[in-house]
């Protein structure tokens, strides 16, 4: 089935300093999700992305649409300790159900204070 | 706030002990999901309903089956646990209709088998 590549596996940063994360796939995604989970809850959405191209902010949180439809990136800026955490990239592809979600295999995020 | 809301959130079963998990939504979401999650992996999704209509993932075991009796409950049945089963189940809602929409999840039910 369709696989998305999450880069990286796991990031240890320094509260205050910026990440991002990306996301590929060798297939065209008609939808970009980017989603935090933290231990023993649900994953919440934090950004969805439509359109090729497209870039959007949620706070601190900027995520990009790649224009090739086949990537997407997640940036955090000036990160703090609550941003710990795992975050997942998912997508419906072009081609595939509307309903079926891929995902990527997870960035484990942690912040030293 | 609207939401969707998983009970309980730890569930404990025997081996082979049929278990139900349940889900409700107050989004009046017409598209409800149950994903299996294992630790440190992604959520795997088991099945899905939009309206009534159910649809299978083909690798999903025969072991679980689902119900969903109006728009705002589904459950999961697991007929007979094994060890392999335990896991967190979560519960996805999203609306239907020709556009993609975000799937919102619920905070989970783990699952231990002794």
């Known amino acids: 089935g369709q696989q998305l590549n999450q880069s990286p596996q796991s990031m240890f940063i320094q509260e205050g300093e910026d990440v991002s994360m990306n996301c590929t796939s060798s297939s065209i995604f008609n939808t970009w999700l980017w989603y935090k989970q933290e231990p023993g809850e649900g994953p919440v959405l934090l950004i969805a992305?439509?359109?090729?191209?497209e870039l959007t902010s949620n706070g601190r949180l900027t995520a990009q649409f790649g224009i090739t439809r086949k990537d997407s990136f997640l940036n955090i800026s000036a990160s703090i300790p609550s941003d710990v955490g795992i975050y997942f990239c998912?997508?419906?592809?072009?081609?595939?159900?509307?309903?079926?979600?891929?995902f990527g295999k997870g960035t484990l995020l942690t912040v030293n204070p | 706030d609207a939401m969707v809301i998983q009970n309980p959130r730890y569930q404990v079963t025997q081996f082979g002990k049929p278990v139900t998990l349940s889900c409700s939504q107050t989004l009046n979401h017409n598209v409800m999901y149950w994903y299996q999650q294992k630790s440190s992996q992604a959520p795997k999704l088991l099945f899905h309903?939009?309206?009534?209509?159910?649809?299978n993932e083909a690798d999903t075991p025969d072991n679980f089956q689902s119900r969903r009796p109006n728009t705002s409950f589904c459950f999961l049945d697991i007929r007979s646990p094994g060890l392999g089963d335990a896991a967190m189940y979560l519960c996805a809602t999203s609306r239907g209709g020709r556009s993609n929409q975000p799937q919102h999840f619920g905070d989970g039910t783990r699952l231990s088998i002794l």
């Open positions: 309903y939009y309206d009534k209509d159910f649809n």
């Open positions: 992305l439509y359109k090729a191209g």
């Open positions: 998912a997508g419906t592809h072009s081609g595939g159900s509307n309903y079926k979600l891929t």
